[in-house]
């Protein structure tokens, strides 16, 4: 069975502050929220708002220069690059990163690569623990696999499917590392409205079957505000808003970004 992650304390993800700038331009302005363990939060804002600098901060695709980010009490930039998938940090995107010639099986497989522990000498010799890992391994990517309703397509490549097919395959590779909170960016991306039903369902089944904690941007407003227990407003880099769905719709700030101070 799926395992679910463990949780703890009140504040998974902690954001005070941050700020972030590129030359003269303020992409992030002392931005300041947390999500707890469990929820599934929405960053909303119109183009430009920051919300994908304040995803590649927590990717640490980006250095922040003011105010912190904390992760399960641990700042984030005491987590290297290259360790943030091992911390429980996933991540999809709204361009796909996926390697189109490579199966889906193989693609899955790869998002597990931060869960193993051998080295390449125990490979080598072909110890033991080699074995067992490699099982586990496949036995997790199957379930994933299952899980994501994949099974059909495990042995085609990544370009022979249709668009909304390789976004679940993105999501089973994030989803492979096991992470405690994942960070969806643009999943409804090119989904027609079938599909984004869909996803919606399956954004609550990763959080209520497998515990993992959610942020998604989004621009497809019915699915933020259908599936979020929370919300969070951006507006040229600065926090306008925050709380329930029905609280943010209403905020006369978020009204004025979307449909201009008219409205």
């Known amino acids: 069975m799926l395992q679910t992650p463990a949780r703890g304390g009140n504040r998974l993800l902690a954001v005070e502050g941050v700020s972030v700038h590129f030359g003269g331009i303020v992409a992030l302005d002392s931005v300041s929220f947390d999500i707890a363990p469990g929820q ?3 960053l909303i804002g119109p183009n430009g708002a920051g919300k994908t600098t304040l995803f590649n901060c927590l990717s640490r695709l980006y250095r922040y220069q ?3 980010i904390a992760f399960d ?4 930039l005491d987590i290297p690059r290259h360790g943030i998938a091992a911390a429980g940090i996933g991540r999809t995107f709204q361009n796909l990163a996926l390697f189109r010639t ?4 193989d693609n899955v497989m790869l998002g597990r690569h931060c869960r193993t522990s051998t080295g390449f000498l125990s490979n080598a010799l072909r110890l033991p623990r080699v074995a067992r890992e490699e099982r586990a391994t496949a036995d997790k990517v ?21 668009f909304g097919t390789q976004k679940r395959v993105e999501l089973a590779r994030a989803l492979a590392s096991e992470p405690r909170l994942l960070l969806l ?3 409804a991306s090119g989904l027609n409205h079938e599909e984004v039903d869909a996803l919606g369902k ?3 089944n990763i959080r209520d079957r497998l515990g993992v904690t959610v942020l998604l941007v989004e621009h497809h407003m019915s699915l933020v505000m259908d599936v979020s227990d929370k919300v969070v407003a951006l507006n040229f880099g600065r926090k306008i808003a925050e709380g329930t769905p029905a609280q943010v719709q209403q905020h006369p700030e978020v009204v004025e970004a979307y449909l201009g101070a008219s409205a």
């Open 40 to 42: 599934i939060a929405g």
């Open 202 to 204: 399956l954004i609550r």
């Open 73 to 76: 009490g641990r700042p984030l």
């Open 102 to 105: 490579m199966t889906v099986l």
């Open 185 to 187: 960016d643009e999943p």
């Open 142 to 162: 199957r379930e994933l696999i299952a899980f994501l309703k994949l099974e059909a397509v495990a042995g085609k490549r990544v370009s022979e499917l249709p």
């Open 66 to 68: 003011g105010g912190t």
